[in-house]
């Protein structure tokens, strides 16, 4: 299984300024397998990134996501006051499919 | 617009079996995509059951393996979740979610349902 680490485990911003949100895997995560969602409280977590920097459906493009191999990372180029919430990656090379722990973004 | 909808019991006794429905709505449920089940806890985390394509065809968490079937009813749309010997360790929001077979991330969502394991 692949073990999927996040740091750090929060992040405290202000708005306007760059979140730079890692992501470690255990093993190599082959093709760049590798999503990112944002969850609010209460709500089911939303897609954000797939095959680690393909931004999907209706994401804005301060959004972006890059790496390859064990090392992967989603930057928020400019933060809004929407966008504080909790992230986590998620690899889909090999089964099972597993999440990292996420990585809280708080308001400063 | 694809949207899911989880239904079932909130409360399910220790050793019981937890039985969850999602309802596929907005989109075909024979679709290229694999219908899931995500389980979230404050301990764990986000945890993948695990996931049935409209053939039927099933992969399961290695983990949950021994106590979890996945099922679909074409005719309903929609797709199932049986946990057998529940515990404390159980109790969870559930949500069910499409694999979509282009990206192969989750691209849509339920909204969760709690299930509680108690007497």
């Known amino acids: 299984e692949i073990v999927l680490t996040q740091s750090p485990a929060t992040l405290s911003l202000s708005p306007g300024e760059r979140a730079t949100l890692s992501c470690g895997a255990s093993?190599?995560?082959?093709?760049?397998?590798l999503a990112w969602y944002q969850q609010k409280p209460g709500l089911a977590p939303r897609l954000l990134m797939y095959d680690a920097s393909r931004r999907a459906t209706g994401i804005p493009d301060r959004f972006s996501g890059s790496g390859s191999g064990t090392d992967f990372t989603l930057t928020i180029s400019r933060l809004e006051p929407e966008d504080f919430a909790v992230y986590y990656c998620q690899q889909y090379s090999s089964s099972p499919l597993t999440f990292g722990g996420g990585t809280k973004v708080e308001i400063k | 617009q694809v949207q899911l909808q989880e239904s079932g019991p909130g409360l399910v006794k220790p050793s019981g079996t937890l039985s969850l429905t999602c309802a596929v709505s907005?989109?075909?449920?024979?679709?290229?995509?694999?219908w899931t089940w995500v389980r979230q806890t404050p301990g764990k985390g986000l945890q993948w059951i695990g996931e049935i394509y409209h053939s039927g065809s099933t992969n399961y968490n290695p983990s949950l393996k021994s106590r979890v079937t996945i099922s679909v009813d074409k005719s309903k749309s929609q797709f199932s979740l049986k946990l057998t010997s529940v515990t404390a360790a159980d109790t969870a929001v559930y949500f069910c979610?499409?694999?979509?077979?282009?990206?192969?991330?989750?691209?849509?969502w339920g909204q969760g349902t709690v299930v509680t394991v108690s007497s």
């Open positions: 907005g989109g075909s449920i024979s679709s290229i995509s694999w």
């Open positions: 093993q190599s995560v082959s093709s760049s397998y």
């Open positions: 979610a499409r694999k979509d077979s282009s990206t192969w991330s989750f691209d849509y």
